[in-house]
């Protein structure tokens, strides 16, 4: 596992990546994290930061691995 300070470097370039896999259509985490080909607990952590910053949401569609979907906000396309 790569130390969290790695992470963190990378989360804006990342942002920028998970943006554009939204684009797309909403998405779990783990379908972001195999579009990115990076582990699912690395890509969690950016995008819980995105949602914190309100750049994405989850839908109310939940998947049947228990798993919600995951939009860019309003205004972010």
Same mark, same amino acid.
């Given at each position: 596992?790569?130390? *969290?300070?790695?992470? %963190? ?7 920028? $990546? %998970? +943006? ?6 909403? $998405? +779990? ?23 914190? &910053?309100?750049?994405? @949401?989850?839908? @109310? @569609?939940?998947? @049947?691995?228990? &798993? &919600? $979907? &995951? ?5 972010? *396309?």
């Amino acid at each position: 596992m790569k130390d *969290k300070r790695e992470v %963190i470097r990378e989360e804006m370039a990342m942002r920028g $990546k %998970i +943006t554009e896999i939204l684009r797309d259509g909403p $998405k +779990t985490v783990p379908e972001v994290a195999q579009a990115l080909g990076r582990p699912t607990e690395e890509v969690m952590f950016w995008m819980m930061a995105m949602r914190k &910053y309100a750049l994405i @949401e989850e839908t @109310e @569609e939940i998947t @049947e691995d228990g &798993y &919600y $979907k &995951y939009r860019l906000k309003e205004g972010r *396309k």
